[in-house]
């Protein structure tokens, strides 16, 4: 009830206690009016009539004031022993009370004394009911400071977030002004919109001079991870949305320039309506593709002109070269009498293009095509001459200004050993053209070189913009992404692949990929450590041996020219595996993984394929169902009448598409036909 009738939080305090002490005061009120209003001298009369019945008790005397009040004789008032009144000496009764109620002794004490224990329980009551206002009050004004002030979210239980200022503070660096790169490098204006499962034509990394059928399999921000229809998965490569190297379906066609065609197609009867529509597929809209929008600057440059370039992948190497292709405003080269392997395009200010005479001028060493006999006598005149050629002029040429990148400026940069991942980076050393690329957190053995115009090179800031994930060097590592590496020899991060340029074999080993140009004569591979033209001529005298004639095919051959005890079994198996398809004369690197593979299957060991093609169906039965894993497919080379002769000329594809194997078996017979055909070679 004190509680509902204080209403402390809008009156005045005072108000308050007065509350209380009226809400208890009532019910001790008679007590009070027992005792005489004021003490002083008064005059009692005790008037007893006729018409009281029994013993009455006087709420108090009757007091009269005043000149007609009759003292006693001596003129003097006695005080009341019972309640102290005064009153004359003769009119005391017993000479000590002043009426009746005073005459009972026993009455009058204990109403005194319950006046007084109720007067005290009215005191406690009352400092009581004060102590609990107060002790409101109090939780009042502290739920009042409480609620008024401003709310608080409470700190994450958790680090900070990783950020570009915080940290370019902490390392007391700078990033690279967004300024110093090229357009295709910086912040993009739009956003990412291809699909995954959208169809388009593109270059081949590995093959520039290639354009394909592709598929977008991933999107990551603004890059868009590709796949080559009808190729595994291990052979898709990433690329930015805006790259100059995807175009639209139907654009090689309309420019005229061939499309490698996925496996399975025919030329002459591909048509892109008919391929999207049996794949479930769609197109990419033609309004995706940035490059289309891109001002062409008239150039001297045509398809067919001669110039002296430098092997990207031999920079040591200038050699004789030709634009095989003019689009936009880029530039195929491709080096005489080489695999389009080297091929790469560039623009007309790029540093690694030069006019016919360079090399004559500037005192270096041309390296010459492997058909010219006497590379010291070398000369453009006659060469431009015998082939119906001439040499691009030399006003066509630009000169690239210097990059402004300096040592130590951050950036972000792609991991080429794991090209899905962006990492946190910093220019550990420059030249003229090049960057050399540091992973933060990462030892400096993972550095490498890449252009200054190269795509995959970003300001900072890039893939915040973007919404792409960037790798922190304390952050999340490509340990959490190696679900796909576990060994040693796939493991693009491992010491014995530190120095690769693929863990792949070629894409195309066993095809001859049709190019922009048309088909080029194959020579040659130039040799790294020729430095000068003697060593040249030295090399060109020397007769090509049946392995130098098979390594000048295959880009790897100088890294996998070794002894065969350096070629673990485990990697032996890794390229068999992942290989799309072993040519039917393995080149010289395969020969060293057969005793491997022999260890694997043993039934081949002694058996040539001269034996095997006079085999009869039942006979080559046999041996598949003697191969390990093979048992249950033996029965459909009985059923299709497959004899020794017809085995021997099957391919990989043939046994997993028209027999229909699953692959892992398809690989073993497959193999094994590979082995029994060397073993007749050798």
Not at 225 to 242: I, K, Q, S, V
Not at 272 to 288: D, E, F, I, M
Not at 323 to 351: G, K, M, Q
């Amino acid at each position: 009830m004190m509680a509902h009738d204080c209403h402390f939080y809008n009156e005045d305090f005072h108000c308050l206690v007065f509350k209380v002490y009226v809400t208890f005061r009532p019910q001790f009120q008679p007590f009070f009016l027992l005792r005489p209003l004021a003490p002083g001298p008064v005059l009692l009369s005790l008037e007893e009539g006729p018409s009281m019945e029994g013993p009455s008790v006087e709420v108090g005397p009757s007091v009269e004031v005043g000149s007609s009040a009759n003292l006693g004789s001596n003129g003097e008032l006695s005080r009341c022993r019972a309640c102290g009144g005064r009153a004359p000496g003769d009119a005391l009764l017993q000479g000590k009370f002043c009426c009746s109620a005073c005459a009972q002794p026993s009455r009058t004490s204990i109403e005194r004394k319950l006046s007084n224990c109720l007067e005290y329980i009215h005191v406690v009551m009352v400092l009581y009911a004060l102590c609990v206002i107060g002790i409101h009050f109090i939780q009042h004004v502290i739920c009042h400071y409480l609620f008024t002030q401003p709310l608080v979210a409470a700190p994450p239980n958790k680090k900070r977030a990783w950020s570009w200022p915080s940290y370019l503070e902490e390392e007391r660096a700078v990033a690279a002004p967004v300024k110093l790169f090229k357009e295709h490098q910086s912040l993009p204006q739009s956003r990412n919109s291809f699909k995954v499962g959208m169809k388009l034509e593109g270059l081949d990394p590995a093959h520039p001079s290639l354009f394909c059928v592709l598929s977008v399999a991933e999107i990551q921000g603004y890059r868009v991870r590709l796949h080559f229809d009808g190729y595994p998965e291990c052979y898709d490569f990433w690329a930015n949305a805006d790259s100059w190297d995807l175009k639209p379906a139907g654009w090689c066609e309309k420019n005229g320039h061939k499309l490698l065609l996925p496996k399975g197609c025919k030329d002459g009867e591909f048509n892109w309506s008919t391929y999207v529509k049996n794949c479930r597929g769609q197109l990419a809209p033609k309004h995706l593709f940035k490059s289309l929008n891109t001002s062409v600057t008239p150039s001297g440059f045509r398809a067919g002109m001669k110039l002296e370039a430098v092997d990207r992948k031999n920079p040591a190497l200038i050699c004789v070269a030709t634009i095989a292709a003019v689009v936009d405003n880029r530039l195929l080269i491709h080096f005489d009498n080489w695999d389009d392997t080297h091929d790469y395009w560039c623009d007309a200010s790029s540093p690694y293009i030069h006019p016919v005479g360079y090399c004559e001028e500037a005192e270096l060493t041309l390296t010459t095509p492997a058909e010219c006999k006497e590379p010291k006598s070398f000369s453009w005149e006659k060469y431009l001459e015998e082939t119906g050629t001439q040499a691009a002029p030399a006003r066509a040429f630009k000169v690239r200004p210097l990059h402004g990148f300096q040592f130590g400026m951050k950036v972000e940069a792609v991991d080429k050993r794991n090209p899905m991942l962006i990492r946190v980076a910093t220019i550990a050393d420059t030249e003229d053209h090049r960057l050399k690329i540091h992973f933060d957190g990462w030892s400096s053995e993972y550095d490498y070189w890449v252009e200054t115009d190269c795509p995959d090179l970003h300001p900072v800031g890039w893939c915040q913009k973007t919404g792409h994930p960037l790798q922190y060097p304390n952050g999340v590592t490509h340990f959490t992404t190696l679900s796909h590496t576990h060994t040693q020899v796939s493991c693009p991060y491992s010491e014995v692949n530190l120095n690769k340029e693929g863990l792949l074999p070629d894409r195309l080993s066993g095809e001859r990929p049709p190019t922009l140009s048309g088909p080029h004569p194959r020579g040659r591979r130039p040799d790294p450590n020729a430095n000068n033209t003697t060593q040249n001529s030295s090399t060109q005298d020397q007769p090509e041996g049946p392995e130098d004639a098979q390594n000048r095919f295959n880009p790897l051959s100088t890294y996998f020219n070794t002894s065969p005890e350096a070629i673990s079994l485990q990697q032996a198996l890794h390229e068999s595996v992942f290989s799309p398809g072993i040519s039917a004369s393995p080149p010289h690197r395969v020969a060293l993984c057969w005793d491997k593979h022999c260890q694997l299957l043993p039934e081949v060991l002694g058996l040539t394929a001269k034996r095997v093609a006079t085999w009869s169906a039942e006979e080559v039965a046999g041996f598949v169902k003697g191969l390990p894993g093979c048992k249950e497919h033996a029965a459909t080379f009985k059923t299709e009448q497959i004899d020794g002769e017809a085995f021997l000329l099957l391919t990989q594809a043939d046994i997993v598409k028209i027999l229909s194997i699953k692959l892992g078996p398809a690989l073993k017979i497959y193999n094994s036909i590979l082995m029994l055909k060397n073993a007749d070679e050798e």
